[in-house]
């Protein structure tokens, strides 16, 4: 008999902010509840906490991205040009 060989986890789907927020919400609502295990507990928040760090990168780049469009600085000040004229 062959051995079964461990596999990797297959790699969660990429969630958009928004469902990645819904997903936290619903976990939230599990781990509200009382009716998990202290295991299912753990691995609800582990996957919170993965959810809640890529939504903070995602609005990261978002901020950093709206800085860029608006021509802010570091102190989020506008950052003036004198116009040609």
């Given amino acids: 008999m062959s051995a079964k060989k461990n596999s990797p ?8 902010f928004e469902g990645a927020l819904a997903r936290l ?3 939230v609502g599990e781990l509200e509840s009382g009716e998990l ?8 928040f582990e996957e919170g906490i993965k ?3 890529a939504s903070q990168a ?3 780049k978002a901020e950093a991205r709206i800085e860029e469009l608006l021509g ?4 989020g000040q506008p950052i003036l040009t004198e116009l040609d004229s």
Avoid: H, V
């Avoid at 986890?9 to 958009?16: M, Q, T």
């Fill in 25 to 27: 919400s619903a976990i």
């Fill in 9 to 16: 986890p297959a790699p969660e789907p990429k969630l958009s």
């Fill in 72 to 75: 802010l600085d570091e102190s």
């Fill in 58 to 60: 995602e609005l990261d």
């Fill in 51 to 53: 959810l809640s760090r």
């Fill in 37 to 44: 295990t202290l295991e299912e507990s753990l691995a609800r």
